[in-house]
């Protein structure tokens, strides 16, 4: 791949992750609060399911949302801000461990609140924008959450490992298809994500450029009209100045002179003035009023060729 093109897409790439950051920070805040509202009213499900822990279950629920308001609050800091992909993996893992512990608490694999963790799953990679390497760390965490409070749950509370094998083994199979629907689905939507605003990117540079390009011509219009400007000065400044004195000479010293050199003197004076009649005429007006063409540039008018010829000593003998 050329260097320019792999810098072009460095670039991009870089625009992309500083874009990525600000919505992924405001999806964070969006996620919590949606934790913060599902996580205590699961208290109602303890009350149905197991009334016995509803008490200490809701504590649970309470202590998980008060960590999910700190997280609200601290992403948004500086030092939140430059760790938010760190908080983005500790965002999922609250509710994972405080479900896990629940079922380790109740009935191990048998607990019906592995669903819990597919909501997680499922919920998270929707809300937070998760890239391939986030969406695998977060199932790792989920999975490693479910398969030790399973594990302690047969250790500490001595469970037979008969009767919750083909439990577990089923759980785990539906935790895992959702893990890799996640995946997939991270993957396809980050690149998804990254191609739109690679285009909008494109777009947005070429516009710059485009403005760019129109403000060299904008600048360059005005150097020409300036040019021009002082052409036609130029032009009419030194005319004036030999056409003045021609015309005293013509008007008070003509009768001092031959026929020959008033001949010379006139045709002095009528080439000046011709000189001067075509200079006004390719610069009738203003330069900052001049046509423009294009959206740049000028038209200057053209000096038409027809017309009297330049007057010489040749036609003045033969009109004579």
Known sequence: MPTDLI???EAIRQAFVEH?????IQNYRIACILALVFMPAGAALDFLVYPENTAHFFLLRLLCSSLLLFIWWFVKSPLGSAHYRLLGLILPALPSFFISWMIFETEGPSSPYYAGLNLVLLGAALVLRWTLRDSVMVFLEVMGMYLAACVLHRIMR???????????????????VTGVFVIIGSLFY??????????????ESNKKKL???????TELDQVKSRFFANISHELRTPLTLLLAPLENLLHRLARSFDEEARQMLVIMQSNGMRSSANSSRAWPVPPAKWPRTNGCGW?????????PSWPTATNLRKSS
């Open 7 to 9: 810098e072009k897409s």
């Open 190 to 203: 980050d690149r998804l994500r990254f191609r739109e605003f690679a285009l909008n990117y494109e777009l």
């Open 299 to 307: 038209k200057p008018t053209l000096i038409p060729r027809s017309g």
């Open 20 to 24: 990525e950051r600000s919505v992924r």
């Open 211 to 217: 403005e760019e390009s129109n403000r060299k011509l």
């Open 158 to 176: 001595a469970a037979p490992a008969s009767s919750d094998i083909g439990t577990f083994f089923n759980n785990a199979y539906f935790l895992t």
